[in-house]
Each structure stands twice: as C-alpha cells, then as structure tokens.
C-alpha cells in the first residue's frame, strides 16, 4: 500500500514537472523509459523522423531505399498494397523474399527501427524483397464497393486472407520474377503460410521455395495468454457482434496519436501494458516505445481474433468454426476441417522466444513434428545468449542486438535454402511460370 501511495505521488510529481517543462512535444525516443518524463529537456532523448505519420515508402526513402507500390485487387474486392524494395547501393543478386506482417500491426513495422530494420537489412543482403500487407490494416484497407465504416468489410477470418490476400501477393510475385519466393513472417504472417501449405499443397509447391517462420503462432494449447482470453476476449467478441461491430481499431491516426500521447505522458505503464501483451524481456530498446506505438495496433475483424482463440480452445490448426449448423452447410461436417501440415512441404525454420507471451515448447515441438518438411528447423532466440535473453513476441521487430541474436541466423537459413535448391529439380519450377 506505502508502495503504491509512494508510486502514485512520484508519478503526480513527474506528470507535473512534464507538463511545466515540455511545452511542446518535440523528442519522441528516449534512451531509457525513465527520460521520456522529461524528453524535452534531457539529453538522452531525441527526435526521431520516423514515429508517426509515416507511411513505409517515405521511411524507405529517408533512409536511402527505394520503393516500387503495386495495387493488387482480390477476389473478393480488397485492393492490397505490395511493395518492391531496392537500394541504388546493392545489386540484386539473390532470390525474391516475400516479407509478410503478423495480426493488427502496420507494414511500417518492418522498416521503422533505421539501419536494425529487417526489410532494410534483406535489401542489403542482395534479396529481392517484396513487403506484402493484408486487409485491414493502412496500407490495404481499400475495397472496391465498401469502406472500413462498412460492418461487411470485415467478414473475414484467417482462411480468407489466406486464400484472398496471401495468394494473390505470392502469385504476383512469382510472375514478376519468375522465380518462387521465400517467405519471411511474423506471428499471423506464419500461420497464414501454414494454413496455404496445408490447404493448397500443389500451389504452395510453384509458389514458396521455404519459409523463415518469426514467432510462429499455429498451436496455443494451454497458453496462459490465450486461455485467459478465452473468459474475457471471447464475450467480448460475441457483443462486439451482436451490436454488429466487426472491425476493431480502424481509425488508426486516431489510435495511434492518443496512445502516443498516452505513451510519452505514462511511459512506465506503456511499458508495462507493452510488456504484458508481448512479454518482458532484456531485449526491448525504450528508443522503440512511441516507434512501436506508431505502428501497432492496427485494424483487425473481429472474427481474426475469435478464430485464433477457438484454435486455442480446440487444440486444433482449424478452419473457423461458424458452429455446427452452419458448419455443416459450409464444410459438410458439424466439426471445421483441420489443416494438415503433412502437406507442408517446403523448408522451414521456425524462430521461436522463450519470454513470448504465446509461446510453449510443447505447442513449437508439436508444430515441428507435424510439419511434413524434409528440410526443418527450430532455433531459439537468442541462440548463444543465457535463457534469461529469450525473445518475446515483439522483440523480433523492436529489440536491439537484432543483428546478432537474430539476422545472422535468419541470414545463414536464407542461404541454405538457396544452396539447397541449385538442384536439377529447379529448372523444372522454373518451367512452370515461363508456360
Ligand atoms: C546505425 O545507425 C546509427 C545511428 O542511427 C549509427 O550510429 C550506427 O553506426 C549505424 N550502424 C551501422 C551498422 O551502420
Ligand atoms: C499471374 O499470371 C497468370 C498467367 O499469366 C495470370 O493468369 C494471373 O492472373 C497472374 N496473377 C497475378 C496475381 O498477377
Ligand atoms: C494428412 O495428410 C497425410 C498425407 O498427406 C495423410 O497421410 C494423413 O492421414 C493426413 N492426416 C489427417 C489427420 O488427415
Ligand atoms: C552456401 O553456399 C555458399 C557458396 O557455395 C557457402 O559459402 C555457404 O557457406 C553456404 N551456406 C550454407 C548455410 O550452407
């Protein structure tokens, strides 16, 4: 109780001396979360060009890289952004990467952490990257007849992506280089590829040559996360429906600017609600606090979230579950379909944290086992740290020996993958595009 009253008057103090000293809001990144109270005035903060509003093209650009934007409009009617990175300082040698976003998190979260940025870091490696986005989100959430206001524009769940917006960007992206891509995912990125290499196995076989799986979220049996979800998500959503709200967290530059504002005013609780939805590490760099709120979250439909928890519930990599009626309508049995990852048959690698708030080596072992690839990896993040460093879900995007504990493996799988495919077996893919 002394605690808390202590605490409480410490933070009234600092709100007000915030309030007197900063006028204005100027320096947004701080070197330790204790400075954002006094980001104004303290010599470990400074202003960082890419918090908010920014969109990945000008980031790119700020930065020396140059963007290439295609507008690919699927069958349902979404109009996608895809994006072609380049550097006029490295050649593209290599292989196109298709470089894909986890759930309710912006496109920019791939380039927004300057010279540690991922999709930087892959164009200076000599890939061919291509950043993919999915509905819902800034960069992608046109459509041809409804708005994001519209209920309608959020009937989807994880198995229309996948068919709709992953397909769509795969295929694109295999006709312009005439070659098939490595994926590189975060957490939904991967569970979408898993879902396209189980459900489209002949497809997945012209299209993805392997996959480099981030925080991969297929099975999330006993997850203490998800399963206290379960009791207080799980209502939610069935009111957020029955009120006919289906899109959440949408009117993003609103979002983003309040929490912003909250982040900068209460940087320890952002910290710690940061920290309790991701996991608590040693990794995170307080530099990245307002960059992370910048960008995540982001729109997302309701039913994205409810299908990640019935998947929870049922120990099941499942297609939704509309119920047993309709069920029985849509799929022809009262039980959704399970996705059988025997069809997975590319290479895979799959780069889990042990401080992640989804993780289980149980769930990562069963994933591993299950996957029907002859060439699979499971690596630990950090490798060479102490357990103590393990990642959490969002270190793999704002974290800061990202370098070292994480690219120079991801580094080593791409080129396996390269290596490994120089077969006789290639020229016989390659066929299949020129036809
Ligand atoms: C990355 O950028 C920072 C400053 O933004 C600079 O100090 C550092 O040397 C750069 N690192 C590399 C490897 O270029
Ligand atoms: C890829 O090329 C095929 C054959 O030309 C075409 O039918 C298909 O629509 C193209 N797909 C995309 C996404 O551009
Ligand atoms: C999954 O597919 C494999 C063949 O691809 C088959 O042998 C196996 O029985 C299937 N498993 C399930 C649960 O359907
Ligand atoms: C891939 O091949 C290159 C050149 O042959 C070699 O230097 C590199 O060590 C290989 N990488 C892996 C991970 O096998």
């Known amino acids: 109780m002394c605690y808390v009253m202590q605490f409480g008057v410490k933070l009234l103090v600092l709100v007000s001396l915030q309030s ?16 954002y109270y006094f980001s104004a005035v303290s010599r470990n903060c400074y202003e960082n060009d890419d918090v908010r509003p920014n969109d990945l093209p000008s980031i790119s650009k700020r930065h020396g ?30 292989i196109p990467l298709f470089v894909l976003h986890g759930i309710a998190i912006d496109v920019e979260s791939w380039v927004d952490i300057g010279n540690r940025s991922l999709a930087f870091n892959l164009v200076d490696g000599g890939y061919d990257v291509w ?30 992506i996948t068919k709709e917006d992953l397909r769509i960007q795969l ?68 009111i957020f429906k029955a009120f006919n709200i289906k899109g959440l967290l949408y009117h993003e530059k609103l979002v983003h600017s309040f929490e912003t504002h909250v982040c900068k005013l209460l940087p320890n609780l952002c910290y710690f609600l940061v920290s309790t939805a991701s996991g608590k590490t040693k990794q995170f760099a307080p530099e990245d ?19 990640f928890l019935q998947i929870s519930k049922d120990h099941k990599f499942q297609k939704y579950d509309y119920g047993t009626h309709k069920n029985k309508e849509i799929y022809g049995t009262e039980n959704p379909p399970v996705y059988n990852l025997t069809n997975v048959q590319f290479p895979v ?5 042990t401080h992640d708030v989804l993780f289980l080596q149980k769930n990562i072992d069963r994933l591993f086992n299950e996957l029907g690839s002859s060439q699979k990896y499971k690596i630990s993040v950090p490798r ?20 070292k504990f994480l690219y120079d493996d991801v580094f080593e799988k791409l080129d396996l993958i ?14 299949y595009f020129e036809g």
Request: net charge negative; hydrophobic share 35%; aromatic share 12%.
């Open 20 to 35: 007197a000293v900063a006028i204005n809001w100027k320096n947004n990144a701080c070197h330790n979360i204790f400075s």
């Open 65 to 94: 890289y140059d963007t290439e934007t295609f507008t690919l409009t699927t069958g349902d009617g979404y109009e996608l952004h895809l994006y072609r990175m380049s550097s006029t300082n490295t050649q593209t040698t290599k």
């Open 131 to 160: 950043v993919g986005t999915l509905r819902g989100t800034i960069d992608s959430n046109k459509h041809k007849t409804l708005t994001v206001n519209d209920p309608e524009y959020w009937n989807f769940n994880l198995d229309t």
């Open 171 to 238: 295929e694109f992206v295999a006709n312009a280089t005439q070659e098939k891509a490595v994926i590189v995912a975060h957490s939904m990125g991967c569970t979408l590829s898993f879902m396209f290499g189980s459900e489209y196995p002949d497809r997945a076989n012209q299209l993805i040559k392997g996959l480099v799986a981030l925080a991969p979220v297929v099975y999330l049996d006993d997850v203490p996360f998800t399963t206290s979800a379960l009791l207080w998500a799980m209502p939610l959503i069935q």
């Open 289 to 307: 606090l307002l960059l992370f709120t910048s960008y995540w979250p982001s729109g997302v439909s309701v039913y994205q979230l409810e299908h």
């Open 349 to 353: 690698s799959l780069f889990y944290g």
């Open 384 to 403: 060479n740290a102490g357990p103590e460093y393990g990642y959490s879900h969002i270190d793999f995007l704002w974290s800061k020996n990202l370098h």
């Open 418 to 431: 390269i290596n490994d495919s120089k077969g006789p077996e290639d020229s016989e893919d390659s066929e």
